[in-house]
């Protein structure tokens, strides 16, 4: 499905001319002096092409620093002035907006924990209404592409036609690698229905962690996203928010300079060649991967055939066991990982189990049912 969306080039609103096309600032204005020399070093390091900053602070818990508020706004004036960077603020009321606006900043955004609300959507939609401003929508705090893609319409649907989204991840449950996992498949499915939508990776929120930030903005590039919107601060470890995900603009710099950009499109003739040659490969293993699936599947029904004659449950957990036993050494020794056989394992599990279903309860469609952990 393609999205119906209408929108100008990055280039009209923002200068692409840098590459990597970087924006970056403080999560929050804190003080006048962090905001304008945070903002004067980055401008320094000619490699940044937008300044952003946090002015009014969704915060988890009541009591943390909410941002410093409308006073801000003037500072990053004075910022602006002082380096020609442009501006970019979240924003997540009607009153934000035109506030922001007042003041001359020059980019807007909805945060994460804006977009999983329409009402909050449509309240900033509104308010946006026949304003010439460029606004970036982030995904949702949860895993759910049509609620990114909802906020979008709705902020485009207000006449916002310099657009973009932000991919800063998702939340999720327990102690992982990432602050919020990037789930990149929702991004690039994003890409799928809206390929002229620019997407802005944010590392930073993504990873919380200032070691890692390098790591995702060059997978981000090599994704083909259009830029990456990095945390800096003058002095990161006394920041009053996101303090471990925050680089020096120093630092900043070093990242920005290990990127490796790579072309989306193959130039050279002998490169297609080869390529055109692998990818060949790949479709042959994949028509034979498939093939064999349905082959197995075939099998599995044979199975819940002779399970309903003889009445056997459908799930014989020793026998599921036993499969994930013998098969996982076995992939390892091919080099496949026993975190990767074992979903793919259990997604094919479950598509025999669904059908074995089927054959017991002839006549009864069975729903497929998403593994909560695939
Ligand atoms: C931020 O950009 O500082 C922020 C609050 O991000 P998010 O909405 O992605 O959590
Ligand atoms: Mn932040």
Redesign the pocket.
Known sequence: MKLNLNIQPLSTWLNTGKEPLVIAGP?SAETEDQLVATAHLLAKTGKVSAL?A?IW??RTRPGEFEGIGSIGLEWLKRAKEETGLPTAI?VATGKHVEEALKSGVDILWV???STVNPFTVQEIADALQGVDVPVMV?NPVNPDLSLWIGALERINRAGITKLAAIH?GFSSFGNTTFRNEPMWDLAISLKTHAPELPIIN?PS?ITGNRDLIGYVAQKAFDLDMQGVMI?SHIDPAVAW??AKQQVTPAALADIIDNITLRKPDVKSAEVSDKLAELRAKIDKIDDLVIQKVAERMNIAEQIGQYKKDNDITILQVNRWEEILQKRIPYANALKLSAEFTEKLLELVHAESIRRQAEILNAGQEQPAEKLSHV
């Open positions: 999560c952003r946090g602070k969704p979240e945060g994460a924990r982030k800063r944010d929120h945390e928010t996101d």
